[in-house]
């Protein structure tokens, strides 16, 4: 504590030292760049915040000197955010800086809000500094993301569609089986009305061999047609779950801001690896985080918590609790069919969609009535046995 | 009476003498007119009182608000009860006392305080 007590007393010390020239002309920038601008040391002290900073998380530049800057940020970014620096300083490996993130952070009032991040990093009087560019994006993701939506929404239709007319032409091969298996059955039937010499128990063993065969093939006309319609292009990957939730939270909020969602994210720090289409899956989280955040807009109250848990064994278990006001037992009974929904707008495929995608990963995905009234969906996804420190 | 988001942040202390914006509490509670958490309020619907605890890089802590003898509790999972006593005042720029592990008594300034919004 006394370390930082000293920190802090050294920052906003710095602070007030009278302005040189090149300070007034930072100042001077730092008043008018219009992206929130954050510079802190390599310890994560803010030593500086723009005006735009202010307005967009709601403190003023001499209220938050000297703090930390993962108080900008909602959990669990909030408390890793110290030993990321700690690991970039004793590894020199760059993960955020230069790349820029589209990440979520956290209003003075609570509210989480999503943002895109790029960082720098400068030397200064030889001690490192690193500046943040903070840009709200809202608005523009709240445009993406319908777009996204949209997109999706059509791809899969067009996707019921063909698979209406792979439907018509499989239904004659589907059928052939089909039949046969129940001629099989009702010649082994009779069968079994004579008397069961070695000949007739040869011929019903045949017959039921054959009806076996037979119902093996129109599951295989089946698998085929599932395939199809789960066709696409999956790249699978080791991906970190944490990261994943992040985007999709961002996307999720966007628009969101004036609802005041309270977000609450709780990993399991020992299965952060998943072995996943990313684009998939982010998809996947998006529309229940999205489905979650519409279903709460009229509660009272309105708190999303996302958490995860590393079972059962070789998956991680992701949860997404929202207070809404919970999915009535007319849609509940069918909620992951296509063109099901309790939403005025929407195709209502957003979870057929979803449930496709899970269950190409080898997970599952349900939901279960939370305390209060809220939903809880849960998805299981395949864990990847690496090192977390690799991604 | 409405239901109330409250932010209390640590007020000036020998550890923080600027005080600190990074470290408080975000409660969710009903207000009566003097600015006093409404016990039978709060009694009728517990679900809907919520605290959350942030203190600059820890890691955030979530819980429930509960009248214990006195004070109300703020009980967040595996961490000792800190109370605020029961007649302290929620109005914007009040001092209000939080008593913490072992008794160590802490100041927090109501920093802000909004209705829970409806649509």
């Known amino acids: 504590m006394a370390d930082m007590k000293l920190r802090m007393g050294d920052a906003r010390e710095r602070r007030s030292v009278p302005g040189s020239a090149g300070e007034a002309q930072l100042r001077s920038i730092l008043a008018t760049v219009p992206d929130a601008m954050i510079i802190i040391d390599d310890k994560g002290l803010l030593l500086s915040f723009s005006a735009a900073a202010e307005k967009l998380f709601g403190y003023s530049e001499s209220e938050v000197i000297g703090e930390n800057v993962s108080m900008l940020m909602p959990s669990p970014d909030r408390e890793r955010h110290d030993s990321y620096l700690s690991d970039y300083r004793r590894t020199g490996k760059r993960k955020i800086i230069g790349i820029g993130r589209v990440t979520t952070a956290r209003h003075r009032n609570g509210n989480v809000f999503p943002i895109e991040l790029s960082i720098g990093e400068a030397r200064v009087d030889n001690r490192k500094i690193f500046t943040g560019f903070v840009h709200d994006i809202t608005a523009r993701r709240q445009t993406e993301s319908r777009l996204q939506d949209l997109q999706s929404e059509l791809a899969h239709v067009g996707r019921l569609s063909e698979m209406s007319t792979l439907a018509s032409s499989l239904a004659h091969e589907l059928n052939q089986p089909l039949t046969a298996i129940a001629s099989y059955c009702e010649g082994a039937r009779d069968l079994l009305n004579g008397k069961l010499d070695e000949d007739r128990l040869e011929t019903l063993r045949e017959a039921l061999t054959e009806a076996a065969s037979q119902a093996v093939r129109a599951?295989?006309?089946?698998?085929?047609?599932?395939?199809?319609?789960?066709?696409?292009?999956?790249?699978?990957?080791?991906?970190?779950?944490?990261?994943?939730?992040?985007?999709?939270?961002?996307?999720?909020?966007?628009?969101?801001?004036?609802?005041?969602?309270?977000?609450?994210?709780?990993?399991?720090?020992?299965?952060?690896?998943?072995?996943?289409?990313?684009?998939?899956?982010?998809?996947?989280?998006?529309?229940?985080?999205?489905?979650?955040?519409?279903?709460?807009?009229?509660?009272?109250?309105?708190?999303?918590?996302?958490?995860?848990?590393?079972?059962?064994?070789?998956?991680?278990?992701?949860?997404?609790?929202?207070?809404?006001?919970?999915?009535?037992?007319?849609?509940?009974a069918k909620l992951f069919q296509p063109f099901v929904t309790s939403k005025q707008s929407g195709m209502g495929i957003g979870l057929s969609i979803c449930r496709t995608i899970v269950e190409s990963h080898g997970g599952r995905i349900w939901f279960e009535r939370a305390v209060g009234g809220g939903t809880i969906f849960r998805v299981t996804l395949p864990r990847a046995e690496v090192d977390d420190e690799q991604l | 009476m409405p239901w109330n988001t409250v932010r209390l942040e640590l007020a000036q202390c020998p550890e923080f003498p600027h005080g600190s914006v990074g470290r408080g509490y975000l409660v969710r509670v009903p207000l009566n007119n003097a600015g006093e958490i409404d016990k039978n309020t709060l009694e009728r619907e517990p679900h809907k009182a919520s605290v959350r605890r942030f203190w600059s890089s820890d890691p955030d802590e979530v819980g429930h608000i509960v009248p214990v003898d006195g004070h109300f509790a703020f009980r967040c999972e595996g961490q000792p009860d800190r109370l605020i006593p029961i007649q302290s005042q929620l109005s914007l720029g009040n001092m209000v006392e939080i008593i913490c592990h072992k008794g160590k008594r802490m100041t927090f300034r109501i920093a802000d305080i909004r209705p829970l919004q409806t649509r």
Do not use: K
């Open chain 1, 219 to 332: 599951g295989e006309i089946v698998r085929r047609m599932r395939d199809f319609i789960s066709r696409g292009e999956t790249e699978y990957s080791v991906e970190n779950l944490h990261r994943l939730i992040t985007e999709a939270n961002a996307l999720a909020l966007a628009g969101c801001r004036q609802y005041a969602i309270d977000v609450q994210v709780a990993l399991d720090h020992s299965a952060e690896s998943v072995f996943v289409d990313r684009i998939q899956i982010q998809q996947v989280l998006f529309n229940i985080s999205r489905n979650a955040i519409d279903a709460m807009i009229d509660s009272p109250i309105r708190s999303l918590a996302i958490s995860s848990v590393a079972e059962p064994p070789g998956f991680v278990t992701v949860s997404i609790e929202d207070t809404g006001s919970g999915i009535s037992d007319s849609v509940a």
